[in-house]
């Protein structure tokens, strides 16, 4: 009973979302205030009926109804509440209906807070957020319906993939989400932007807060996701190049360029047409990440809905959508004038340069995930790129970016002057160069790379914060003076400090952990020990154990250094009989100036087990730099211009004539 | 009109008209993709001469594979989907079955670490740096194994990563079928 409610909820939001996407437009273009007044209620209802649904699917794999054919397929009495929740999620349909939901969140929030917008670009942009939801409830209702009964019900169900099962991936999808879902905002506004023909600095001041938000979850969002393959995939790497992870990596890149080019819409009236393309094209590769991984277009290790009917609606979806959005550009684009006019070294060309470098880097990616697929496509055969590649192209691309986004936050909007900018960054351009040479000379001179990486890393972080400090006046004004700017200094100028500092750290972990990783494989019996990197590790022994839904083996070593016990480190071996399969988990001491990583293997026939012992130098460096980034893009988030929302010019729009009729609630 | 504007929709059309023959060749009706034919199939293998990864001394050669049926494996360590097939390769080295590994692009400390950590079920590796092997022997994408006979002919070809599913029903008959 309650699986139909959430089915006919589903059914009721697409025709929420029917309203949404018509009655706004046709009354934006016709000036008429009570069709575009409907936009409000609308989203509402939108956002209730999916809320309900949701919660109708939470509901049955909390109680574990077997009778619904997803939880049959994807859970287990036995397995623990956080993973009946998170199984929600860890499907395709339950999925889907989370990445519709997150929709219907946002646009609940831009009809609930978009007050002070035009009234017909409000209307106009809840009317383009509307078609793109439309689209989605119609992929779930005719696609992948998660309240499918199965008929018997299984008495029990068949469990979730073991390797899901981990709280850092419980929690990846909503976030991945949040940002994939979020940039549905920037492109709802570019659309909206292109039908009125208009993009002014007041628009860019709307987009940012929403890019910004989508772009710190994502970040996030990418980040847990890596933190988990490094941990729970038991091989010490974080990245691998690996399709599914490209696809919400391009959005992302996409999404960084569009976040910087927004500021020069909104600071000078320049590259709107740009930007304008940005916003749509990033959002394109968000739903392209869901084609990719939902489709089987790629086969990758965790694509876990490999269907082509579904890929068959989701690329309708991206034709009708993205398509119509580019067709809209096509014809509408070339009117927005641009204003500002700048010189090369400026502000506004290091962000052009930003742009350059993210969007290049954002092909290089997509080129290098899908190459294989054209060439298969014009029957070229199969081919695969794997990380040798994406080493070689994207890495380089991505280098200027370091050096020059320190520079280009200290340089003057219009035209800067290099020199001066430098002089500004002596002391960071001393430290870096101090770093370089002290690392060259530690490692005899062969890992120029590694000396170079660390090099840039101090550039990065210690520019950041000269920015900083020489807004901020310290040591050369009063503790009082200076106070006062640190209050008085916008959130975004200490978003874009710690943004740039996180990338830093970022990249010293990346550096450390791939130049002086020490890893250590033998057989061990109790007793033995082995030594890594400077510790002492002592197996202890193994021994079996019983978890809700497992059996595991459990192995104990001690980290010493010298004498004095470092930690003692309990990796397992799991085995999970409802799903048969397997999962290590590792054991992780970090220090944070480094990881000892240790895995428990196979035992062999004498008795002797095989054990992994990584020693990973920085390697917590690569999640903090990220969660650091995120944080700058949350500072940044609260600043007070964009609490304050609109500026005075538009308020006084001579559109408010038109004003939204109040919506009884 | 300025081409600027009309490039995006241009080169959107392309890649969407891509993707729908991808789709339409891979839709019901249409060519399954794990079952192309390998033009090698039912000849004699390719000539080849493969040097052992730098710190082993095997190496892999045309005459190495004669004489009794065998699994050849083209596995890198940069490559999930290797990883993914790795315990059932070991499970069939285990069963007594002869494996050899091509290891392709790899460098052979990785390539040394991937087999240290996950096993080595391979009785003789070699390494094609070059990548210039793998395409004398047709290679697609990465994982992809070949059957070969005794008598040195190469008799079935598996495109990507050898699932319990793939190994039960295909890959473990095949074996037994050409080692009688």
């Known amino acids: ?47 209730l009926f999916t809320a309900l ?118 929690f990846h999808p909503p976030f991945l989400y949040l940002g994939y879902v979020g940039f549905s905002m920037a492109f709802s506004f570019a659309v909206a932007a292109l039908i009125e023909g208009r993009v002014d600095p007041a628009w860019a001041r709307w987009v940012r807060p929403w890019t910004l938000a989508a772009w710190c979850a994502l970040t996030v969002g990418i980040a847990l996701g890596s933190w988990w393959a490094y941990y729970e995939l038991g091989w010490g790497g974080w990245w691998f190049w690996d399709p599914v992870e490209n696809a919400s990596f391009m959005p992302w890149l996409a999404g960084t360029a569009l976040l910087h080019s927004s500021i020069v819409v909104e600071k ?73 006019l700048f010189s090369p070294i400026s502000r506004e060309g290091a962000l052009v340069l930003n742009n350059l470098v993210l969007a290049t880097a954002t092909a290089v990616v997509f080129l290098g995930t899908l190459y294989p697929l054209a060439l298969d496509a014009v029957g070229g055969g199969k081919v695969s790129v794997g990380a040798p590649f994406f080493a070689s192209t994207f890495v380089p691309i991505m280098s200027p970016i370091l050096i020059a986004c320190v520079i280009g936050p200290t340089l003057g909007w219009k035209r800067g002057d290099l020199g001066t900018a430098l002089k500004r960054l002596r002391l960071a351009l001393l430290v870096a160069v101090v770093v370089l040479l002290a690392v060259w000379y530690m490692a005899a001179g062969n890992q120029v790379l590694s000396a170079l990486g660390l090099g840039v890393a101090a550039w990065l972080i210690v520019g950041a914060f000269i920015d900083l400090a020489g807004r901020l006046g310290v040591f050369r004004v009063s503790l009082v003076e200076s106070w006062r700017r640190t209050v008085n200094l916008p959130r975004s100028a200490w978003g874009t400090a710690f943004a740039h500092a996180g990338l830093g750290i970022f990249v010293a972990g990346v550096t450390a ?63 999970y009989p409802a799903e048969q399969s397997q999962t290590t988990e590792a054991a992780i001491h970090t220090t944070w100036m480094a990881d000892i990583y240790t895995v428990l293997g196979d035992r062999d026939e004498s008795g002797a087990w095989t054990t992994r012992f990584y020693h990973n130098p920085l390697v917590p460096w690569i999640w903090a730099g990220v969660m650091v980034m995120a944080l700058g893009g949350g500072i940044s988030l609260t600043d007070r211009r964009l609490r304050i929302g609109a500026p005075r010019r538009a308020r006084d729009n001579p559109s408010r004539a038109a004003s939204p009729v109040p919506t009884g609630s | ?177 050409f080692s009688k």
């Not at chain 1, 979302?17 to 409000?40: C, E, F, H, S, T």
């Not at chain 1, 035009?118 to 942009?125: D, E, I, K």
């Not at chain 1, 008495?155 to 993939?161: D, H, I, M, R």
Request: net charge positive; hydrophobic share 45%.
């Open chain 1, 1 to 47: 009973m309650i699986a139909e409610i959430g089915h006919f909820a589903i059914t009721l939001a697409l025709i929420m979302a029917l309203v949404q996407g018509i009655a706004p437009l046709v009354g934006a273009a016709r000036d008429n205030a009570a069709w575009m007044g409907l936009a409000k209620p609308a989203a509402r209802g939108q956002f």
């Open chain 1, 53 to 170: 649904a949701f919660a109708c699917l939470t509901q049955a794999f909390v109680t574990s109804d077997f009778s619904v054919a997803i939880v049959a397929a994807n859970s287990h009495t036995l397995k623990p509440m956080l993973y009946k929740v998170s199984g929600v999620w860890g499907n395709h349909e339950g999925s889907m209906l989370m990445w519709v939901l997150i929709l219907t969140i946002f646009g609940l929030m831009v009809a609930e807070f978009g007050r002070n917008l035009p009234p017909s670009l409000h209307a106009r942009v809840l009317g383009v957020h509307g078609l793109i939801a439309v689209g989605f409830f119609a992929f779930i209702l005719f696609t992948s319906n998660p309240f499918e009964r199965l008929d018997p019900a299984l008495l029990q169900g068949q469990g979730l993939n073991p390797l899901l099962q981990d709280p850092g991936l419980a």
């Open chain 1, 268 to 340: 000078r009236d320049a590259l709107k047409s740009w930007t304008v393309l940005l916003a749509i094209l990033t959002f394109a590769l968000s739903i392209l990440g869901t084609f990719l991984v939902r489709s089987g277009v790629l086969t990758s290790v965790h694509a876990f809905a490999t269907d082509p009917s579904r890929g068959v609606f989701i690329l309708g979806l991206l034709v009708v959508i993205v398509g119509g959005a580019l067709t809209l550009y096509m014809i509408r684009a070339p009117q927005l004038k641009g204003g500002g």
């Open chain 1, 513 to 575: 952990s791939s130049s002086w990783q020490t890893e250590s494989v033998q057989l061990m019996r109790a007793g033995d020990s082995v030594p890594l990197a400077g510790y002492t590790v002592t197996f202890e022994g193994a021994k079996d154990l019983k978890g809700p839904n497992y059996n595991a083996v459990r192995g104990g070593f001690t980290v010493r250094r010298g004498d004095r016990v470092i930690a003692r480190l309990k990796p397992e071996k799991r085995f």
């Open chain 2, 1 to 177: 009109m300025r081409l600027s504007f009309i490039l995006p929709i241009g080169i959107f059309a392309i890649l969407a008209a891509l993707f729908g023959i991808y789709l339409y060749q891979i839709g019901p009706g249409g060519k399954d993709i794990k079952q192309i034919p390998s033009v090698l199939i039912d000849k004699e293998l390719p000539e080849f001469e493969l040097p052992p990864i730098e710190g082993r001394g095997d190496g892999l050669n045309t005459s190495d594979l004669k004489g009794r049926a065998a699994l050849v494996n083209v596995f890198a360590s940069w490559c999930p989907p290797c990883r993914t097939e790795h315990p059932g390769l070991m499970q069939l080295a285990k069963e007594g079955f002869a494996l050899y590994g091509i290891n392709y692009k790899d460098k052979p400390k990785d390539a040394m670490g991937f087999l240290a950590r996950l096993g080595d079920p391979f009785k003789r590796i070699g390494a094609d740096a070059n990548g210039r092997a793998a395409i004398e022997w047709g290679v697609y994408g990465y994982p992809e194994s070949f059957i070969i006979d005794r008598t040195g002919r190469i008799r079935y070809k598996h495109i990507g990563p050898i699932m319990p599913r793939d190994l039960e029903m295909t890959i473990r008959p095949l074996l037994e079928k």
